[in-house]
């Protein structure tokens, strides 16, 4: 593979697919994209590169046709599995489709090719199920489960806490600094997707928790991270994501995890009678459709429900 200096220099509108997709995710670092959405273009457009390549079907963009693309999902659909054996959801061909689409769109426009392939391809169908999320009684389940014995405990019990009352994504949780925090004025300024700043407002009792989570939890030099483990480092995601679950399983609620955590705010949210151009900015949204999804997944009945401002303050 040639340097990304030589790539960028020397790729045109007849560039191979492999540096078409480095220049693309090059550029997505270059706006400011989080490494998790660099990685899901990276596995998607690979995923495409090797079954155009396994079909002997065309490998330059610029050749490419709808029906290419199409015999792309269809493939996905009726052939492709996950590790378990089992076939792709919906949602994880919608996903393909979202970022083949993205792809070709970012080719035409940027002139490496003189159509978009996708144009006219239609979204797969996904299911519109019911919006998950816990229930007041099974959030107060999961918040008894680490019985915070240890400080590390009582340390996910406050993430926990947090992540209901503001609907943070664990990477924003995670990345929070004691600077961020004002508890005097209630609020946390996070970053999120795309290094998008936005300030967040806490309840009482978040705050109350994260007040006495303070004094447990030290001041290793140098360290200006919220949530830290024992022995004084950034607490990992996926060592959160996994407690987060085991605390889940012990209440009898299933499968937990900070997504369902994040639902469950928009759900309480919206039940509580929160209006959905304040939820957009809670949730870090950028368009205000995303956020009129979570509205249109909830029971009619539920949306006469009693008004709140903070999910965790009405327990």
């Avoid at 426009?109 to 199920?129: F, V």
């Avoid at 400080?151 to 924003?172: C, H, K, N, Q």
């Avoid at 999804?293 to 029971?299: F, K, N, T």
Wanted: proline share 6%; hydrophobic share 40%.
């Amino acid at each position: 593979m040639p340097s990304l200096t030589t790539l960028l220099l020397g790729t045109t509108p007849s560039a191979s697919l492999d540096a078409a997709i480095e220049v693309f995710l090059f550029r997505c670092d270059a706006e400011g994209l989080s490494p998790a959405t660099h990685r899901f273009y990276r596995q998607q457009l690979d995923t495409l590169r090797r079954f155009l390549t396994e079909h002997n079907l065309p490998t330059a963009p610029d050749a490419w046709t709808p029906d290419h693309l199409r015999a792309y999902l269809l493939h996905l659909r009726q052939e492709k599995r996950t590790p378990s054996g089992k076939p792709l959801s919906p949602f994880s061909i919608a996903a393909a489709y979202r970022a083949v689409s993205a792809f070709a769109r970012w080719l035409h426009r940027e002139g490496y090719t003189s159509h978009n392939a996708a144009q006219g391809l239609a979204a797969p169908r996904t299911p519109k199920p019911h919006i998950p999320g816990l229930s007041g009684p099974e959030i107060e389940r999961l918040l008894a489960a680490p019985n915070a014995r240890t400080d590390a405990r009582y340390r996910d019990r406050v993430a926990i806490t947090v992540l209901v009352d503001t609907g943070l994504r664990l990477s924003e949780l995670l990345g929070i600094t004691l600077a961020d925090l004002n508890l005097r004025e209630g609020t946390v300024r996070v970053w999120g997707k795309g290094r998008k700043q936005r300030v967040v407002g806490i309840g009482l009792r978040s705050r109350r928790a994260l007040a006495h989570y303070l004094t447990i939890r030290g001041n290793p030099a140098g360290q200006p991270l919220l949530f830290l483990t024992q022995s004084g480092e950034a607490l990992k995601p996926r060592h959160l994501q996994q407690r987060i679950a085991a605390y889940g399983k012990k209440a009898g609620l299933g499968r937990v995890h900070p997504h369902l955590l994040r639902r469950t705010f928009a759900r309480h949210w919206l039940v509580n009678g929160g209006g959905i151009v304040h939820l957009k900015a809670a949730l870090g949204h950028t368009t205000l459709a995303q956020s009129e999804y979570y509205a249109s997944l909830l029971d009619a009945d539920l949306l006469t429900a009693a008004r709140s401002a903070s999910p965790m303050d009405r327990l």
